[in-house]
């Protein structure tokens, strides 16, 4: 019998016209390589947990009722996803769940574009991408987890990334100054996410990456970010076909 993968995307996801692969080849990949079905949460582009976490919770419900599923989040995907397991919210359908660079902490890098950004608040169209800024804000959500990865009856991965400097030769200049940011104030980092920040369960692996190329998107060239998903099949017990 297959295993059920389910990939909820953090920000900048899938919907309201977007139509981009956020999870680039990961899917195909995935299924031509393991006897598993994958699925894509197609969730909005920028919002609060309160306004994303119950679109993940419904799609859990609807399509995999009575079924358990091995649960991936990226980035805010995975506060998502922590967020509803707080509360006991999907608990009964997860069968593993993995953060892949999730700021659990924050990120000072939210919090500077926060600041820089917040005269937009006026501007409506702008308000959800000011919110979901105010929530990754570095140490917006320190104080507010009340449970560990120990309490859950399922396993709970994570993967986080650090770039090889030089940075101009390893990732894009979008990065230079994240990076070097948080270097200075938070410590090694995929240019958005701290690996302190990143921590809940047990460490995967620390890549030579940037955040988005965890997920395919403009990193390092000589970084193939499939092999990510291979040692995270592996970890779950997932064999090869």
Known sequence: ???TIVLVPGVIAQSQGLRWEYFKNIPAYLESNYDVDVHVVDLPPWGTI???A???QDYLQQNFPGQQVHVIGHSKGGIEIRALLEKGLINNQVKSFTSISC???GSLVA????YLFFPLWIIPLFRDFILTLKELRLG???QQWSKDHGAYHFPCYYVNAIIPTPLIFNTYPLFWFTNSLLNIFEGKNDGFVSTTSSQFGELIQTYPSDHIGLIGHFGKRSFNHLNVY???MGRINIPNR
């Open 54 to 56: 119950p679109i993940i």
């Open 230 to 232: 291979n040692e995270l």
């Open 140 to 142: 917006a959500y320190q």
């Open 50 to 52: 309160e306004k994303r």
């Open 103 to 105: 700021p659990y902490k």
């Open 111 to 114: 919090t500077f574009f926060y």
């Open 1 to 3: 019998m297959k295993e």
